[in-house]
């Protein structure tokens, strides 16, 4: 209903939108790391980022309250145990899959749950170059380390930037995108 709605709604406004083609283009994963350190880098000059020492402080207080009970963003809405909180811890991985990676793993060190989100738009995925997204080789590796770790793997979905900014299909590029990390094992 949403998809019928959204073509709709652009086609009455006079918008018309090339499919949505993806193809893989090199990169490895020093490539990644190296594309995440530079926003990591800009970040930090701006005063907008934080040590990963304090993620683990944040995260290694919230276990140590008894009162908190760990479920991933999925089950948010499950029952709920007697005298306890429920709590899901949600990543989006807007500008670094490097850091989120070592995130989820650091929650897998603790067993604790993380939910954490692709962002299919970032520059870690892949760029625009033609009339086609180029996915990068490397994220199937990322996305491997991420279904390592046990962790709730989900999409960050921006059909809007596309159909915006690269005038393409964006609920289809949301179909796609999903569909392929459906295909890297992703339960999503």
């Known amino acids: 209903m949403i998809k019928q709605n959204l073509a709709a709604f652009f086609r009455m406004l006079g918008y018309r939108f090339k499919p949505y083609k993806v193809k893989e283009r090199e990169l490895d994963c020093e490539g990644v790391t190296s594309l995440c350190a530079q926003v990591s880098e800009h970040f930090q000059k701006l005063g907008l980022n ?58 897998a060190s603790r067993g604790v749950p993380g939910s954490f989100y692709l962002l299919h738009t970032s520059h870690y995925y892949g760029v625009f170059d033609k009339g086609f997204f180029y996915r990068y080789s490397s994220l199937a590796t990322f996305v491997d380390g991420f279904i390592a770790t046990g962790c709730e793997i989900g999409l960050h979905a921006d059909p809007l930037h596309i159909y915006y900014n690269h005038k393409c299909n964006g609920i289809q590029a949301v179909s796609k995108e999903l569909e392929w990390l459906r295909s890297c094992g992703v339960k999503i």
């Open 50 to 107: 934080n040590s990963f020492s304090l993620y683990r402080s944040v995260v290694d207080s919230l276990i140590s309250d008894p009162k908190l009970d760990f479920k991933p963003l999925s089950d948010l809405m499950g029952p709920v145990q007697e005298g306890k909180v429920t709590v899901a811890l949600r990543h989006d991985l807007d500008a670094d899959i490097v850091t989120g990676l070592r995130a989820a793993r650091f929650l």
